[in-house]
């Protein structure tokens, strides 16, 4: 029943943008702090973005802030992650987090 499933990642190009859903099913995301995590290779897991359980506050890590959007759409039970103007840097997996809740994660590849 608890369950979080992200999808929309891939491969890019330097400069182009993605958008990153993860569905909630079990629970509802408005009840809850929402969080966009990354972890490259070898490096430790980033927190990337968050929202407050009301949607109304967010807020990102300085290696994304102007370029990445966290937003929620309640009837989808859905958080996305909107990713623009991307790095190679940004090369990573992806993953969103609920509560105690994780996904398993979508792959994010910026390369020419």
């Known amino acids: 029943q608890v369950q979080l499933v992200e999808s929309g990642g891939g491969l890019v190009q330097p400069g182009g943008s993605l958008r990153l859903s993860c569905v909630a099913s079990?629970?509802?995301?408005?009840?809850?702090?929402t969080y966009w995590y990354r972890q490259a290779p070898g490096k430790e897991r980033e927190l990337v973005a968050t929202?407050?359980?009301?949607?109304?506050?967010?807020n990102y890590a300085e290696t994304v802030k102007g370029r990445f959007t966290i937003s929620r759409d309640n009837a989808k039970n859905t958080v996305y992650l909107q990713m623009n103007s991307l790095k190679p840097e940004d090369t990573a997996m992806y993953y969103c987090?609920?509560?105690?809740?994780w996904g398993q994660g979508t792959q994010v590849t910026v390369s020419s």
């Open positions: 929202m407050s359980s009301t949607g109304k506050s967010t």
């Open positions: 987090r609920a509560a105690a809740s």
């Open positions: 079990g629970f509802a995301l408005s009840r809850y702090l």
